[in-house]
């Protein structure tokens, strides 16, 4: 059974959602993120996907001060991300209480740096985030095209030693337009042994399900949860 994994995204310490990437489309929807996630754990949450806008914007961490108080009121196992790009910064993270850290600009600008990173902190601990538009790979919070492909990116990622790897299509994030399916399943299809995390378009129970079929063995929701498409309570399932 495919795991989900609610996500908050941080902007100015409150709890938003963007459509597309796009900053200038923000719509907050919580001023306290902590309670979203205490409420989120009530509902038999385990895994948080927590990410600093801020921090992916201005290329640091900003937000950890709500990091900090998801660790403190929740047991929930948070995966942090958005802004790490140094030691200092992964440092910040997990001190104040990630359990995972997801990475994606420094994956591709810094590469031995992030390969470092595998190696002191374990691969279970460290979660590439590949964000795709048009099958490339696009990075400092969606704002420039890197021009990798996302299935080399990938491929050069697991011979450092990765394990897993978010995968968001930016022209479904914040959409409710479904998943990219295709995308999901051609890369499944050409790179195995690797866990792939689905993110982005999702709207429905059928969704999740679409993505488990093609293989993906997690997948991240927000919006859905906070537009009401999907209930709390009929995630149960999936909650493993």
Known sequence: MIRVIPAIDVIDGKCVRLAYGDFSKKVIYD????????????????????????????GKVVNFRVLERIATVTNLIVDFGGGIKTDEDIKIAFNSGARMISAGSIAVKDKPLFKNWLKVYGAEKIIAAADVRDEKVAI???????????????????????????????SKDGSLAGPATQLYKSILEKIKNFNLIASGGISSLKDIEEVEQVGCKEVIVGKALYEGKIQLNELKPFLN
């Open 31 to 58: 001023e306290k993120p902590w309670e979203v996630a205490r409420r989120f754990e009530e509902a038999g949450v385990k895994r948080l996907h927590l990410v600093d806008l801020d921090g992916a914007k201005q």
């Open 140 to 170: 400092s919070g969606w704002q420039e095209d890197s021009g990798i492909w996302i299935y080399d990116f990938i491929n050069e990622l697991l011979e450092e030693g990765t394990k897993q790897v978010i995968c968001t299509d930016i």
